[in-house]
Nanobody, 114 residues
Framework: QVQVVESGGGLVQAGGSLRLSCAAS????????MGWYRQAPGKQRELVAS???????NYADSLKGRFTISRDNSKNTVYLQMNSLKPEDTAVYYC????????WGQGTQVTVSA
């Protein structure tokens, strides 16, 4: 069983930055495709960014230029650097690990105040 644990959420003012981290267990972390999703109250969960095992990245169009996903396979960790945060970025952010099956973390709350 793969364990996925997010950290780094919190309260930040608009225009600020946060870096989320996601640690995944297992010796085959480098083989996983990793992704960050978010879910705001009353809305569906949506893709924020993803990164393949080869390091190719993909972003939601609306977030390109503000968010950056990266991974450190030596630490079994994927990161989401979020800059120029806006109140509409407020959501629970979830990490996903995918290799045949999907594994999800419990989520970390990000709140951006105006």
């Amino acid at each position: 069983q793969v364990q996925v644990v997010e950290s780094g959420g919190g309260l930040v003012q608009a225009g600020g930055s946060l870096r989320l981290s996601c640690a995944a267990s297992g010796s085959i972390f480098s083989s996983f495709a990793m992704g960050w999703y978010r879910q705001a109250p009353g809305k569906q969960r949506e893709l924020v960014a993803s990164i393949t095992s080869a390091g190719r990245t993909n972003y939601a169009d609306s977030l390109k230029g503000r968010f950056t996903i990266s991974r450190d396979n030596s630490k079994n960790t994927v990161y989401l650097q979020m800059n120029s945060l806006k109140p509409e970025d407020t959501a629970v952010y979830y990490c996903n690990a995918n290799l045949v099956f999907d594994y999800w973390g419990q989520g970390t709350q990000v709140t951006v105040s105006a």
